[in-house]
């Protein structure tokens, strides 16, 4: 890994063959989960990016994909969860299986938000998929079909998951040493 970002590594939780078993293992469930059907996977920006990259080239069966850009309303955002999006799918879902994949679910108030949004636009079905869950902080009850990673109450980087927008390029998952 580039050695600059791997110097501010702590700890690797997830090295580059854990996530890919990972994302296999995520992308069979799904695989035997809608055998028939239009599938939409809806990647949520950018955080989500790296992993759907991967998820995708995973999946046998063919699928749509489209993406959606979500961000929190100020500093009050963890309380009162506003979250507005910057950038909304380009297509209607109604009547098509939708699968929202996230890179991280924290609090839960981004996904929650979303989940409702898209629902309101009737599709036949919505799922989440995450690759990692901190149960930790949660504030809304969210039930998420496909969890890759449960993880403690740690601020983790790298495969797409960002600090100030760095390590989003460093291949595995970890905990850096400053914030
Ligand atoms: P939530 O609305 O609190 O669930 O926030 C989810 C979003 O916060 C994720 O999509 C990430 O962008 C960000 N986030 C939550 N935890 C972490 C972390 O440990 N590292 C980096 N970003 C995180
Ligand atoms: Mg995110």
Known sequence: MNEEMKDEIREVLFDEEAIAKKVSELADRIDRDYKTGNLLLVCVLKGASVFFADLIRKIKRPVSIDFISASSYGMSSETTGAVKIDKDLDY????????IVEDIVDTGLTLKYLTENIRSR?????????LLDKPARRRVELDIKYSGYVIPDEFVVGYGIDYAEKFRNLPVIGVPKQL
Do not use: A, F, M
């Open 122 to 130: 009737k599709p036949k079905s919505l799922e989440i998929c995450t």
């Open 92 to 99: 209607p879902v109604e009547g098509v299986d939708v699968i």
